[in-house]
C-alpha cells in the first residue's frame, strides 16, 4: 500500500516537473520571438544613428520585446496546460481554432481577421471537439461521436446530443470546410455513435 502511495506521489512529482518545464519553454519561445520581432524594426529605424546609440537601442527594445513575448508565452503555455489536462489517456490536441459566435437567425458576419478581437476558440483533438473562453475557461466538450458539423455559407454549425451547440464563423486564415471535413472523417474513426438524443447535460474536461 505504502509502495503504491509513494509511487504515484513520485508519478505527480514528475508531471509536475513535466508541466512547470513546458511552461517555462513557451516562455522562452516566446521571449524568443518577441525580441526577433522587434530588432529588426528597430535596426531599420535607426540604421542613420552612431552605432553604439543604435546598439543601446536595439538591446533596450529588444529586452522589451523579449520581457512581453516571455510573458504571453508563459500565459499561453499555462492555458496549453489546462487544455492538456482535460485529454484522456492517449488522446492528443490537434489545433485551435479561433471563432466567434453568431447568435441563432442572425446573419453571419463576414470572416474576421487575425487581429480581431475573440474570446472563443475551438480545440479539435483525436477524441473530441472543445469549446473554451480565453483559453482554459470549458464551454463544452463531445466526443466526435455525438457531433454534427455543417456548413451554413461561411459559417460552421455544430449539434450535439441535444440541439445546436452554436453557430461560429472562423478566423480568416482558417478553411471552414476543411474543419468540417476533417470533423467527419474522426467521426468516422470514433468507437461509438449516439443511439439517439442524450438527456444528459454536455460533458466539460
Given at each position: ?8 506521489a ?78 484522456g489517456a492517449?488522446?492528443?490536441e490537434?489545433?485551435?481554432y ?27 483533438t ?8 480565453f ?5 463544452w ?20 446530443p ?10 480568416r486564415n ?30 466539460t474536461?
Amino acid at each position: 500500500m505504502n509502495g503504491t502511495v509513494e509511487d504515484a506521489a513520485v508519478g505527480d512529482a514528475e508531471a509536475e516537473t513535466a508541466r512547470r518545464r513546458r511552461v517555462r519553454r513557451s516562455a522562452v519561445w516566446g521571449g524568443a520571438a518577441g525580441a526577433a520581432g522587434v530588432v529588426p524594426v528597430a535596426i531599420n529605424a535607426t540604421e542613420f544613428w552612431p552605432w553604439w546609440l543604435n546598439l543601446a537601442f536595439c538591446l533596450v527594445v529588444g529586452g522589451g520585446g523579449a520581457f512581453a513575448g516571455a510573458v504571453t508565452g508563459r500565459r499561453e503555455g499555462r492555458r496549453s496546460e489546462v487544455r492538456r489536462s482535460t485529454l484522456g489517456a492517449g488522446e492528443r490536441e490537434l489545433g485551435q481554432y479561433r471563432v466567434k459566435l453568431v447568435p441563432e437567425g442572425v446573419q453571419a458576419p463576414a470572416p474576421f481577421k487575425e487581429d480581431d478581437y475573440t474570446s472563443y476558440s475551438l480545440t479539435t483533438t483525436t477524441h473530441r471537439l472543445q469549446l473554451w473562453e480565453f483559453g482554459y475557461l470549458a464551454q463544452w466538450s463531445h466526443p466526435w461521436s455525438e457531433l454534427h458539423l455543417a456548413m451554413e455559407d461561411h459559417v460552421v454549425v455544430i449539434t450535439g446530443p441535444q440541439g445546436l451547440l452554436g453557430r461560429f464563423v472562423l478566423a480568416r486564415n482558417v478553411v471552414p470546410a476543411e474543419l468540417v471535413l476533417a470533423a467527419n472523417r474522426l467521426r468516422a474513426r470514433a468507437p461509438g455513435r449516439p443511439s439517439g438524443p442524450s438527456s444528459s447535460p454536455p460533458r466539460t474536461g
